[in-house]
């Protein structure tokens, strides 16, 4: 039996919002491996920032069907782009799921998560959603925490969307930093 997992509430937004650029639309919408696509700008390095045991919190429990502070199973990457920082990424699926359906999650290292999502025809994704993440969201302070980059401003666009296996979920969330607008933007002003 497939059960449904919700993947907007607390704001997240089923569309980008008129205000943000095409660029930043069809990033925060943009299908596919995040990974893969960062390489078009050269070479994309993951690394592990965490690996560990948490308890879901209130923007992740909705997605997950599970209750507050129910144990889940984290992994938090930097995404860099030869040698910069350009995302920070947070997935977390139940613990019991991480032992079973998605136990090769814990064994990635430093491998991308898309060798596991991409691959596979059992697993599906639902609709990416986007919010802009103020300082007291966990991705924010991830990456501040990991020293992605100072001083960061004080919002951070973000997307998420539930990948499903067998009826088991694992929420992705990644947020874009500065640096990955700014090179964006002068590749866009370097093509006219």
Same mark, same amino acid.
């Given at each position: %039996?497939?059960? /449904?997992?919700?993947?907007?509430?607390?704001?997240?937004?089923?569309?980008?919002?008129?205000?943000?650029?095409?660029? !930043?639309?069809?990033?925060? $919408?943009?299908?596919?491996?995040?990974?893969?696509? &960062? !390489?078009?700008?050269?070479? +994309?390095?993951?690394? +592990?920032?965490?690996?560990?045991? +948490?308890?879901?919190?209130?923007?992740?429990?909705?997605?997950?069907?599970?209750?507050?502070?129910?144990?889940?199973?984290?992994?938090?990457? %930097?995404? $860099?782009?030869?040698?910069?920082? =350009?995302? +920070?990424?947070?997935?977390?699926?139940?613990?019991?799921?991480?032992?079973?359906?998605?136990?090769? %999650?814990?064994?990635?290292?430093?491998?991308?998560?898309?060798?596991?999502?991409?691959?596979? $025809? $059992?697993?599906?994704?639902?609709?990416?959603?986007?919010?802009?993440?103020?300082? /007291?969201? %966990?991705?924010?302070?991830?990456?501040?925490?990991?020293?992605?980059?100072?001083?960061?401003?004080?919002?951070?666009?973000?997307?998420?969307?539930?990948?499903?296996?067998?009826?088991?979920?694992?929420?992705?969330?990644?947020?874009?930093?500065?640096?990955?607008?700014? =090179?964006?933007?002068?590749?866009? &002003?370097?093509?006219?």
């Amino acid at each position: %039996m497939s059960r /449904r997992f919700h993947v907007a509430g607390n704001r997240w937004l089923d569309h980008p919002p008129p205000v943000l650029s095409p660029a !930043q639309k069809d990033w925060l $919408t943009r299908g596919g491996s995040l990974t893969r696509h &960062l !390489q078009a700008f050269g070479r +994309v390095k993951v690394v +592990v920032l965490n690996e560990s045991v +948490v308890g879901a919190d209130g923007d992740e429990h909705g997605c997950l069907a599970v209750a507050p502070r129910h144990p889940l199973w984290s992994r938090d990457v %930097m995404l $860099t782009v030869d040698g910069s920082p =350009m995302v +920070v990424a947070h997935s977390v699926t139940r613990l019991a799921h991480s032992r079973s359906v998605w136990q090769a %999650m814990r064994r990635l290292r430093t491998r991308p998560l898309a060798d596991l999502l991409y691959h596979d $025809t $059992t697993v599906t994704r639902s609709i990416l959603v986007c919010r802009a993440l103020g300082r /007291r969201h %966990m991705l924010h302070r991830l990456a501040w925490q990991s020293g992605a980059q100072a001083p960061l401003p004080p919002r951070l666009w973000a997307r998420r969307s539930v990948f499903q296996r067998h009826g088991a979920a694992l929420l992705v969330s990644e947020a874009f930093l500065p640096r990955f607008w700014d =090179m964006l933007n002068s590749q866009s &002003l370097a093509a006219r």
